[in-house]
């Protein structure tokens, strides 16, 4: 029992003293009822060996100011974060900042040669402008970098209209595949599936479509996704 009591002391004072201590106190906003949310412990945004920028919903670009969030993780042995909870910003943004931490990855902690777990803060910047129009920084490896759906990633995502002569009350999702180059712009796009008539319209408004640019391993990269265009009924 003394050795453990040992061993959880040294654990305590080196986290406690190793790295900056931080204590962060920010406006959690709920409608018609404002309050404070306090986060402790050490800030790790400096070991990430990996640490993606949040996907901000659009309707936040007018509607929340610039602020700082932050999350508590669980980091495991491998580096890799098993538990992530919001404890101070914007409501409406911390599911978002939750789920980019999920996919961060900490560099190893090692006491006296074992790797072990660790509990700490990752703070997240939001900016109504720059957080829609910087690069997305991708992992610097072999995997990590799928990324699902475009959409959000656009810069200026076009509208498409509805094809004339398609019937009102028919509704379409049409997927297309898209290849986004170095600056941001469409290189190739491929309807692949959706309604025939609403394809050819939604390939149009995919190549007139700008998206942020993709930097990995420090380069500007080509990215390969899938674009999708709802068309509801009328």
């Not at 919903?57 to 909870?85: D, F, H, R, W, Y």
């Amino acid at each position: 029992m003394k050795a453990l009591a040992a061993i959880v002391l040294i654990v305590w004072v080196l986290f406690t003293s190793a790295g900056a201590q931080a204590t962060i106190k920010g406006p959690v906003q709920r409608p018609g009822n404002p309050s404070v949310s306090t986060c402790s412990g050490r800030v790790l945004n400096m070991k990430a060996a990996y640490l993606p920028a949040p996907l901000y919903p659009q309707e936040a670009k007018n509607t929340v100011s610039a602020s700082i969030l932050s999350v508590m993780v669980e980091v495991n042995e491998k580096g890799n974060i098993t538990i992530a909870k919001a404890c101070a910003g914007h409501q409406l943004l911390r599911p978002h900042v939750e789920d980019a931490a999920r996919r961060a990855r900490i560099m190893q902690t090692i006491l006296n040669g074992v790797p072990v777990k660790v509990r700490c803060v990752l703070n997240y910047s939001f900016d109504p402008q720059r957080s829609y129009t910087d690069p997305v920084v991708l992992y610097c490896g072999p995997t990590m970098n799928i990324i699902k759906v475009l959409n959000g990633y656009a810069i200026d995502l076009v509208k498409p209209e509805r094809p004339q002569g398609a019937p009102d009350n028919l509704s379409t999702a049409v997927s297309v595949l898209i290849t986004v180059d170095e600056t941001g712009k469409t290189e190739k796009v491929e309807a692949v599936s959706g309604d025939l008539r609403f394809r050819p319209i939604a390939e149009e408004a995919a190549k007139r479509s700008t998206f942020r640019r993709f930097i990995k391993c420090d380069k500007p990269t080509k990215i390969s996704s899938v674009l999708t265009f709802n068309f509801p009924g009328r």
